[in-house]
C-alpha cells in the first residue's frame, strides 16, 4: 500500500522510520532513500547499521531548494531523474520503499512526475511505498491507501531555536 507522511510539522521522517524499523524487525527488506538531504541525521546512522535496511541519499546535496541558484536548481533536476529510475529499478528487491522528501521533489518538478505516478500504480499493490514531505499535490493524495498529516502547533523554531542533533536530525 502506499502510505503519505505530510505537513509542515516535525514527525513526517521519524514516522517513515518507524515503519523501517518494524518491518526490518519482520525481517523484511527495506529501502530508505532520501532526496534533498546529505544523509547526515542520525537515524540513516542508525538505520544503516540494521542489516535489513539500505539507506540511499542522492550524490549531491546544496540545502534548501529556494535558496538554489538556476545552475544548481537544474543539476538537481538531471540527478534526481536519474536517482529515481535507479530506485525504481531497484525497488524489486524490497518489501519497504521510503522516499523521504519525494513530496518536495514532486512539487519543485525536479523528478519525471509519470514516471513516480506510474510506479505509484503499479508498485503499490506489490510493496508498501512511504512518501513523505510538506505538501502532497492532490494527485499524490488520491493514490495513498493512507495519508497522515503532520500539522505544526508550536515548534521552537519559530522563537529562533536552531535544530539540535538527536532532536530535528
Known amino acids: 500500500m502506499i502510505h503519505i507522511y505530510y505537513g ?18 519482520h525481517g523484511k527488506r527495506v529501502l530508505f532513500a532520501q532526496f534533498f538531504k546529505d544523509g547526515s541525521s542520525g537515524e540513516i546512522a542508525a ?3 540494521l542489516p535489513n535496511i539500505v539507506t540511499r541519499c542522492p550524490p549531491i546535496h546544496y540545502g534548501r531548494y529556494k ?3 538556476d545552475a544548481q536548481r537544474a ?3 538531471e540527478c534526481y531523474r536519474a536517482y529515481l529510475t535507479e530506485l525504481i529499478r531497484d525497488s524489486e528487491n524490497f518489501d519497504l520503499v521510503v522516499l523521504d522528501e519525494l513530496i518536495s521533489a514532486y512539487s519543485y ?22 512518501l513523505t514531505g510538506r ?9 495513498a491507501d493512507y495519508a497522515t498529516e503532520m500539522r505544526k502547533e508550536k515548534h521552537p523554531f519559530d522563537n529562533g531555536t536552531a535544530a539540535r542533533a538527536g532532536v530535528e536530525y
Open 75 to 77: 543539476q538537481i533536476s
Open 8 to 25: 509542515d510539522g516535525k514527525g513526517k521522517t521519524t514516522a517513515a522510520c518507524g515503519l523501517a524499523l518494524r518491518m526490518a524487525g
Open 67 to 69: 535558496t538554489l541558484t
Open 109 to 130: 518538478s525536479c523528478i519525471d512526475r509519470r514516471e513516480l505516478t506510474d510506479f505509484l500504480r503499479v508498485q503499490g499493490s506489490r510493496r508498501e511505498l512511504v
Open 135 to 143: 505538501a502532497p499535490a492532490p494527485e499524490l493524495l488520491a493514490l
Open 47 to 49: 538505520m544503516s547499521a
